[in-house]
């Protein structure tokens, strides 16, 4: 059986020593979701903002589809060394740390698919 793939190449995001948001990121198209390679990082959560436009303003991404109400998609405090694939619903998104990377810059990993 051969699968195809509705989806987009790998793209990086940067998120600067100190800073703990990304520079906008094109998908190439909308996706249904995106995943994300999460290098080692310092202890932070991780989760994705999308962006209706490119240099637009960047929205949190919400799940609203939770018995408890509306979750915002983001992983719990790690180190990283992780892949997780997150709704998505965007061209343009940035990744966000919970807190600033101190150690170093880092470089994350997307890939839109539907």
Not at 7 to 30: C, F, I, P, R
Not at 32 to 45: E, F, G, M, R, W
Not at 98 to 108: K, N, P
Request: proline share 2%.
């Amino acid at each position: 059986m051969k699968l195809t793939f509705d989806g987009s190449e790998w793209e990086s995001a940067v998120v600067a020593k100190d800073g703990t948001l990304s520079a906008e990121v094109d998908l190439g198209a909308n996706y249904k979701y995106v995943t994300v390679l999460i290098p080692t990082i310092d202890s932070a959560t991780v989760s994705v903002q999308g962006l209706k436009a490119s240099g637009g303003t960047a929205y949190p991404i919400h799940d609203w589809r939770d018995a408890d109400g509306t979750v915002l998609q983001a992983t719990t405090a790690g180190t990283g060394g992780v892949a997780v694939t997150f709704k998505c619903g965007f061209q343009f998104v940035k990744v966000l740390c919970g807190t600033a990377q101190t150690t170093a810059e880092v470089t994350f990993y997307l890939r839109g698919f539907n």
